[in-house]
């Protein structure tokens, strides 16, 4: 496997552990109201990039590592304002968030270099 395998593959576990993460986040685990909230609405944003990601598309790739920063700031701000299972969930969400993101950035840098070669 090569770097760019590698990197296509980090970015599609941490864009669908963060899909899952989201969901059950605002649906069960910590929602900020019980029984969920609307806030589950926000993973709606992270399923339009998946199909280019799955199929390894570079300029989704690049787009995608813009949107995937919304996420981190969620994250940020959730992690510096909530305590207890929110701020552990708003923790990993930083961490998938970031994950996807440095391989989003290196997986299009990387697949340039090798259409040029």
Not at 32 to 50: D, E, H, I
Not at 52 to 80: A, D, K
Not at 83 to 93: C, F, K, Q, R
């Amino acid at each position: 496997m090569n770097k760019t395998d590698a990197l296509h593959n980090a970015g599609i576990a941490s864009l669908i552990a963060l899909i899952f993460l989201c969901l059950t986040w605002e649906l069960w685990l910590a929602p900020l109201r019980p029984g969920g909230s609307a806030l589950v609405f926000k993973v709606l944003p992270l399923l339009l990039p998946l199909p280019g990601i799955l199929r390894g598309r570079r300029y989704t790739f690049q787009w995608s590592s813009m949107l995937i920063l919304l996420y981190l700031t969620e994250g940020v701000v959730r992690f510096m304002s909530e305590n207890g299972l929110s701020a552990i969930l708003a923790g990993a969400e930083i961490a998938l968030a970031a994950g996807f993101f440095f391989s989003a950035v290196f997986y299009a840098r990387l697949s340039a270099s090798a259409k040029r070669a």
